[in-house]
């Protein structure tokens, strides 16, 4: 055999060495890729899922009773409309109107006496509490905060009557009053 030959033999093994050598460095790579992206397969089937549903803490504390002879309700704008012989209870709480509207939001109350033809106010409202009975024409009261503001009040307090234009209830005990019918 001549050294030409050996020669070939040696160009053609060493280049299919390369060549073989390439093909292993690829399929190790390739094997060390693809057992990768399972470990991460495996860790994002792993991770525990979070609880999306967050519990809001009620801003009432006990459940308003309503009656009205007509009652519409606003679901995007979270409001009640009670009208015509209107009525909310709420704990020892009770409003007796011609028209309120309750706004879901702010807890706000907004009450107003029976209306003539004329735009004067003929039925006042009745906020019973506590016992006491007062009478309005018009007012507004939140339940969360239990503070509120009346027009043109009538009570009576140990025999004597009370009589206000305007009347601003800090709490069960604490009222400011302004101004003579």
Do not use: C
């Amino acid at each position: 055999m001549t050294a030409k030959f050996f020669l070939n033999l040696y160009a053609l093994i060493n280049s299919s060495f390369k060549y073989n050598i390439l093909y292993l460095f690829f399929l190790i790579f390739n094997i060390l890729l693809a057992q990768e992206k399972r470990v991460k397969t495996l860790s994002d089937t792993v991770k525990i899922p979070t609880d999306s549903i967050s519990v809001n803490k009620e801003k009432l504390e006990n459940i308003v009773d309503t009656k009205g002879d007509e009652i519409r309700n606003v679901f995007s704008k979270k409001l009640t409309y009670l009208i015509h012989n209107a009525q909310v209870s709420y704990q020892d709480m009770t409003i007796k109107a011609d028209y309120i509207v309750m706004d879901w939001n702010t807890g706000d109350i907004l009450a107003r006496g029976k209306v003539d033809s004329l735009g004067r106010i003929i039925d006042n409202i009745k906020f019973i509490q506590g016992g006491k009975e007062y009478e309005y024409t018009e007012a507004q009261f939140n339940m969360n905060t239990k503070q509120g503001t009346a027009f043109n009040i009538r009570t009576e307090e140990d025999e004597m009557a009370i009589i206000a234009k305007k009347a601003k209830r800090m709490n069960d005990e604490e009222y400011y009053m302004r101004g003579d019918l």
